[in-house]
């Protein structure tokens, strides 16, 4: 009896600790992939928005170069608008899912963003006036957004 009693724990013992560690390898394989999953997200959200910020930047300068040449910048002024309209929403979703490195690196892009857009939005400007340091402001928030992402490091500080 003292032996079917032993042979009961241990094979308790032994489903126990199976149990347990199947449990914990599969909370660290769904931990895996909700990271990945959200990096995914993050890094599609990245890419749009700065995507966004330099079709802003394009549509401005378009508007810039023909009040240069003389010609009606309407066309591009209402191309500017339009990215500018779908960057508010992308900016939302940056916020959202970015680190705070991140999300302080897009709110300096917002600020050159908006000064480019009131000086393309000024009738007299041209691609002089348009001269925004926007490019260094980008160049802040890639590296924010790599170092949110771990991209160019082996591991991850989760």
Not at 5 to 32: D, P
Not at 105 to 111: K, S
Request: aromatic share 6%; hydrophobic share 45%.
């Amino acid at each position: 009896m003292a032996t079917q009693i032993l042979t009961l724990v241990g094979v308790l013992i032994g489903a126990l600790t199976s149990y347990f560690a199947t449990a914990s390898v599969e909370r660290a394989k769904f931990r895996r992939e909700m990271t990945t999953r959200w990096d995914e997200r993050k890094l599609e959200t990245y890419i749009e928005y700065v995507t966004c910020i330099k079709e802003i930047s394009r549509a401005a300068r378009d508007a810039g170069r023909a009040r240069d040449e003389g010609r009606d910048p309407a066309e591009a002024l209402w191309a500017m608008e339009a990215s500018e309209n779908k960057r508010s929403v992308l900016f939302e979703t940056f916020v959202l899912l970015s680190h705070d490195a991140a999300a302080t690196a897009a709110h300096a892009v917002n600020r050159r963003t908006w000064e480019l857009l009131r000086a393309a939005r000024e009738p007299g400007n041209g691609t002089a006036q348009l001269d925004i340091p926007l490019v260094e402001a980008l160049n802040g928030l890639h590296e924010a957004a790599r170092s949110d992402l771990a991209i160019g490091r082996a591991g991850r500080a989760r």
